[in-house]
């Protein structure tokens, strides 16, 4: 029997990358799944969002592990959108034990640069898609007396990275909404924790935008030249990429009973950068 056992665990982002790898390591530890996302493109965004098929990609994975799955397209920025996406969940299973808020993107731009439209984009999903997730899951939490909430936050809610400002604005502000909401929601035996992953192998981290994060003078510089600077100058450990899975362990964890008395925390999946910013 797995860890989650008759749970019902909710993944925004899930069509792709980091958010389908979760839902299916929360689905192979016996949790039902809900998973939602966009299927379209922002066009302040440098690199492809999700496209029509990647969330019924998921549910076919998901169920192929003998899991029920249902999926929902929704916009985390849409507050009622989210909340249908809760609704579903109970609609469908009855209950909703878990809420992973992975939805996100990144945005490739130096601050001075940066379009109010493209600002207001990034805080929109990265953070204010939290509180979305966070607010409309909370009542259903509360009443049963039991939930975790786990965010998806970023090396860059620790530090300062060149070339994203919004993106470093919205992941610190997760982690300041993390440790607030387990202060309020703590009596209810609620949890509330992020992961916070580093350089991950998915197109977000390995798109054709990312060299001029690295390297915003030479328009000539590659992926191999990025993965130099991260294996000689970020990682302490001898690999070359995070995996997805890697983040999805920890995410399982601090979904499981294992956990239950972590809550207000954040859990970084670094291979060693976390010793090169403050504690």
């Known amino acids: 029997m797995g860890r989650l056992e008759g749970k019902v665990a909710i993944v925004t982002g899930g069509g792709r990358g980091q958010g389908r790898s979760h839902a299916l390591h929360l689905a192979r530890e016996g949790a039902d799944i809900v998973v939602c996302g966009i ?24 169920e192929r592990e003998d899991r029920r ?3 929902v397209v929704v916009d985390v920025a849409d507050y009622a959108g989210m909340q249908e996406v809760v609704e579903t969940a109970v609609a469908e ?14 945005i490739f731009c130096p601050i001075q640069d940066t379009t109010p439209e493209a ?20 009542p259903y939490f509360i009443e049963q007396r039991s939930g975790r909430f786990i965010a998806t936050a970023s090396t860059a809610s620790k530090m300062g990275i060149p070339n994203m400002a919004s993106y470093c604005a919205a ?14 929601l703590g009596k209810y035996n609620i949890t509330c924790n992020a992961v916070v992953p580093g350089a991950t192998n998915t197109l977000a981290a390995t798109n054709d935008q990312v060299p001029k994060i690295f390297f915003p003078d ?8 990025v993965m130099q600077v991260i294996r000689s100058m970020w990682y302490a450990l001898p690999i070359d990429m995070i995996q997805p899975e890697d983040i999805s ?21 670094t291979a060693g950068q976390s010793a090169q910013y403050s504690a």
């Open 171 to 184: 992941k610190w502000g997760v982690v300041g909404l993390i440790k607030a909401a387990a202060l309020d």
């Open 119 to 138: 600002w207001r984009g990034s805080i929109d999903t990265n953070l204010n898609g939290m509180f979305n997730a966070l607010h409309t899951v909370a």
């Open 93 to 106: 299973f009855g209950r909703v034990d878990i809420m992973v808020a992975n939805a996100g993107f990144g």
């Open 249 to 269: 362990k920890a995410v399982v964890f601090l979904a499981s009973d294992d956990a239950r008395y972590i809550s207000g925390t954040t859990i970084d999946i």
């Open 69 to 71: 799955a249902v999926k």
């Open 39 to 62: 299927e379209r493109q922002f066009e302040y965004v440098q690199y492809p969002l999700f496209s029509p098929g990647d969330l019924d990609e998921t549910v076919r994975l998901v």
């Open 218 to 225: 030479n328009p000539d510089a590659t992926m191999d030249d």
